[in-house]
């Protein structure tokens, strides 16, 4: 399996499914059929999903899914550290990363720790990627479950962020919260005293363009 092909079909699934985004379904599709044939079934129900429902009802669905339930934020920090003076530090230290492969965010409206920022990252730096990934792999589990919970398609795409990683899925939330109770530092909130899915998350008012995450210094 293409570990790199996976991380970015997954970056560019997890964003708002703006007219770029939707119109590259068909190329997602070949490029996983042809790089990591297994990981392809796990987009299947999503790219399934796009190609049958209207357009604005999949952008609504996403809007509802991720930008107004705290059950599936896709900020990785979230999941472990909360609403913490930590926190800062840490999404300084995702910046600090993107630096250091060449990357810089481009746009507003995203925190670096923001999944499809992270897989655009481990995109271009598929081993340290994969090490930041296997950080947070208690926040991507939460992700996946709260997901597959609510019958998402998009459970699919995290399901299989996961697979690249080493080790098996937790089964259950249960699993998922004692593996993160055991990484947060002691200043953070993590599962162990809090549910970070209490914790509140400011909804956006209107959605502003993605950031993304683009090379500079000509190193890319």
Not at 29 to 46: C, G, I, T, V
Not at 58 to 68: A, K
Request: aromatic share 6%; net charge neutral; proline share 8%.
């Amino acid at each position: 399996m293409n570990r790199a092909i996976v991380y970015q079909a997954a970056s560019i699934c997890l964003r708002y499914p703006d007219d770029e985004v939707l119109g590259l379904a068909a190329t997602i599709d070949a490029a996983l059929a042809e790089a990591a044939p297994k990981a392809r079934a796990s987009f299947a129900p999503l790219l399934d999903w796009w190609a049958t429902t209207p357009i604005g009802e999949v952008r609504r669905v996403y809007v509802d899914v991720f930008d107004l339930s705290k059950r599936h934020a896709l900020y990785l920090s979230y999941w472990t550290d909360g609403d913490t003076r930590r926190r800062g530090q840490v999404l300084a230290d995702f910046k600090q990363r993107f630096r250091e492969a060449g990357l810089e965010l481009a746009g507003t409206g995203e925190l670096p720790d923001h999944l499809p920022l992270v897989l655009e990252y481990a995109r271009h730096e598929p081993k340290a990627g994969a090490g930041l990934l296997q950080d947070y792999r208690a926040s991507l589990e939460l992700i996946r479950l709260a997901l597959a919970e609510r019958g998402s398609p998009y459970a699919g795409v995290v399901a299989a962020v996961c697979a690249t990683l080493p080790g098996a899925s937790p089964a259950d939330a249960q699993q998922a919260m004692a593996m993160a109770a055991a990484g947060p530092p002691a200043e953070s909130v993590g599962l162990a005293d809090a549910d970070p899915r209490l914790i509140p998350l400011e909804p956006r008012a209107s959605r502003p363009s993605d950031t993304k995450l683009i090379p500079v210094g000509g190193r890319r």
